[in-house]
């Protein structure tokens, strides 16, 4: 049992790569600091897309309307963290 309470946290350590991964990105792309038509920027650009847009797509529809500022990636953010606490606080479970 200890082994699937440390992939769920290897799991929840990966998700929050990407978020954050994702996060930079984007600014960067904004900025124009990347372009996205390198070909490994857009790579990578559109994979993590891909990723996290079904995850962003279902905290966008409970968010309001902020005009051009998008929360959604600090809300995924804040949810992971909270699912990581609650595993480690029951870690009792798995062992």
């Known amino acids: 049992m200890v082994s699937i309470f440390q ?16 996060f930079i990105m984007s600014w960067l792309i904004r900025f124009e600091v990347l372009n996205i038509r390198q070909q490994f920027v857009g790579q990578v650009w ?10 962003y797509s279902r905290i966008r529809r409970f968010m309001p309307d902020l005009g051009g500022i998008d929360l959604s990636p600090i ?10 606490i609650l595993l480690i606080n029951n870690a009792a479970m798995f062992y």
């Open 7 to 22: 992939i769920l946290l290897l799991i929840l350590g990966v998700a929050r790569f990407f978020v954050f991964a994702h």
């Open 46 to 55: 559109y994979t993590l897309e891909r990723i996290l847009n079904p995850l």
């Open 75 to 84: 809300v995924a953010l804040i949810g992971i963290e909270i699912l990581r």
